[in-house]
């Protein structure tokens, strides 16, 4: 994997950021190498990325677009450990997985769940509202907006992770809003 700009490292690193307490948790994350972006699906903080004839095909229908919504094209050939997104360039991406079924996690003290799956990728605009229900908007300054159903999501956990596994832990505020700090400029 080629290192990206700390900027792009920290705004992939967002997909998980609202993420359930759960341990070591499964969710999607976007990364842009090489004019293309792709979708992962694993445990980030883990170092896990699912296969493709493996977990990686429980991401069955994925949708992206761009931050201005253009429909993006979702390859239905996947790479050994990816799904290709294509026509993104460099442009931000959001994308979803909505179609997971009802599980039930009872027996790991969450009780019966409906996974939906939502990350993003770049610097966009924090005018920019995306039409995900969930949504982490970059709005400058190290500083996000966590948004449910188009509504800040006041007292929100949110965990920023970068691909060398540096983690932070935070709450947002009252107004969705959480600012972060790194241990290396970028």
Do not use: C
């Amino acid at each position: 994997m080629k290192t990206a700009k700390l900027s792009s490292m920290v705004a992939f690193g967002f997909i998980a950021l609202l993420q359930a307490t759960m341990a070591q948790a499964h969710f999607i994350w976007l990364e842009q190498i090489d004019n293309q972006t792709r979708l992962y699906f694993g445990e980030y903080e883990g170092g896990l990325r699912e296969k493709t004839g493996g977990k990686l095909d429980a991401i069955a229908a994925p949708e992206a677009t761009t931050i201005d919504n253009k429909a993006l094209q979702v390859s239905a050939k996947r790479a050994a450990d990816y799904i290709a997104i294509e026509g993104a360039g460099t442009q931000p991406v959001l994308a979803h997985e909505l179609t997971m079924k009802v599980k039930d996690l009872t027996k790991s003290r969450y009780g019966i769940v409906k996974p939906m799956y939502y990350a993003r990728v770049g610097n966009g605009h924090a005018e920019s509202v995306a039409n995900h229900a969930l949504d982490i908007q970059p709005i400058g300054n190290n500083k996000v907006r966590i948004h449910l159903n188009g509504k800040p999501l006041a007292k929100a956990k949110l965990k920023v992770m970068a691909p060398n596994q540096w983690l932070q832990e935070m709450d947002a505020d009252e107004n969705g809003e959480v600012t972060y700090s790194t241990p290396w400029p970028g």
